[in-house]
């Protein structure tokens, strides 16, 4: 069964799901797989899996458990290789919203947001800083591409004072239309996520010290659906599991979260989908994220970290990523 390097050859779903070298694929030859057989083996928990590991019964295992990995095997006599998760935090902001409709306070809110100081608080330091949905290692995606938004408190205080914001009486204010608009902002976050609820708070104080109010709105349930169905604030604290494929959608397409309408961001979603040049397509997408970053409709967070764990006798390339950790397989060997 299968059309890759390796077969099904028994299956004991409690137990072993054991793979052998499919040698009618079609590259077996180029490829030449060191190891005939693979061996999966199943486990009911975490702990017995770790168990396993230390004993010297699994070569290699993957897990998204980063804070516990050090905790259960130590931090010596193994091999370990990080990366990016499918796990994307951000914020969206609603640019239909009073305060947010103005790109500049937009901007100003990017630059308030500690990033580095939640993962580290919330979690760990074991997720990684990230901007754009693209950044966990597309090939579409442009690392030297627009603004980089880097936390910079004197920066987003002076974006205001640039576009004509006078901090008094605490608050920021304006005059906009003969109305004098303060700035205060509603965050809204599920409150049945009790993480996201911490990162809120953090998000919360960081906004606070650059002088933008913020009341924290925290729901849960048909609440929180009626909330977001309605668009009913000012900035959404959420996440999204990015797929294989990328797709952005989300952020630039209709009925997104942020409210949000561009109109060359959309011709160019309409025209990815029947661009086959590789160059061409890259050239598209890296507009997508130039838009992006100076719209400032979005504010990505963090993805999660994936940890690969190998024993010292596993030898070959590992190279693990974001889709999948067998990359360069048929390179390992197990030393005797």
């Known amino acids: 069964m299968g059309t890759g390097m390796y077969k099904l050859?028994?299956?004991?779903?409690?137990?072993?799901?054991?793979?052998?070298?499919?040698?009618?694929?079609?590259?077996?030859?180029?490829?030449?797989?060191?190891?005939?057989?693979?061996?999966?083996?199943?486990?009911?928990?975490?702990?017995?899996?770790?168990?396993?590991?230390?004993?010297g019964s699994i070569d290699?295992?993957?897990?998204?458990?980063?804070?516990?990995?050090?905790?259960?095997?130590?931090?010596?006599?193994?091999?370990?290789?990080?990366?990016?998760?499918?796990?994307?935090?951000?914020?969206?902001l609603n640019v239909e919203s009073e305060a947010m409709s103005n790109k500049e306070v937009r901007q100003a809110v990017a630059y308030a947001i500690n990033k580095q100081d939640i993962i580290n608080s919330i979690y760990g330091g074991k997720y990684i800083q990230a901007d754009y949905p693209l950044e966990y290692g597309s090939y579409l995606y442009n690392i030297a591409a627009g603004t980089n938004y880097e936390y910079n408190m004197e920066q987003a205080k002076r974006i205001l004072v640039d576009n004509g914001w006078e901090y008094k009486s605490k608050y920021w204010q304006k005059k906009i239309d003969k109305k004098n608009v303060r700035l205060k902002l509603t965050l809204l976050v599920d409150s049945s996520n009790?993480?996201?609820?911490?990162?809120?708070?953090?998000?919360?104080?960081?906004?606070?010290?650059?002088?933008?109010?913020?009341?924290l709105r925290e729901a849960k349930g048909n609440t929180y659906d009626r909330y977001i169905e309605r668009k009913d604030y000012d900035i959404l604290l959420t996440g999204v599991t990015v797929g294989v494929k990328p797709k952005l959608n989300r952020y630039f397409g209709e009925g997104n979260l942020a409210n949000y309408t561009n109109g060359e961001a959309l011709n160019i979603l309409n025209e990815i989908y029947s661009i086959s040049d590789t160059n061409t397509l890259k050239e598209k997408y890296q507009r997508l994220q130039e838009i992006y970053q100076e719209d400032r409709a979005y504010i990505g967070l963090y993805f999660n970290k994936t940890t690969v764990i190998y024993s010292k006798n596993l030898a070959g390339t590992v190279s693990p990523n974001w889709y999948s950790y067998f990359y360069n397989m048929e390179t390992w060997y197990r030393k005797s």
């Open 9 to 55: 050859q028994t299956i004991d779903i409690n137990s072993q799901i054991e793979l052998k070298t499919n040698t009618n694929w079609w590259n077996i030859e180029e490829k030449a797989p060191k190891i005939e057989e693979v061996y999966i083996k199943v486990y009911s928990s975490a702990s017995e899996i770790y168990n396993a590991y230390k004993l």
């Open 60 to 92: 290699i295992l993957n897990t998204s458990r980063n804070s516990s990995v050090e905790e259960n095997i130590g931090t010596i006599g193994y091999n370990i290789k990080e990366n990016y998760g499918r796990n994307f935090d951000y914020l969206a």
């Open 194 to 215: 009790e993480t996201r609820v911490n990162v809120a708070n953090m998000i919360k104080d960081d906004l606070e010290e650059a002088g933008i109010q913020v009341t």
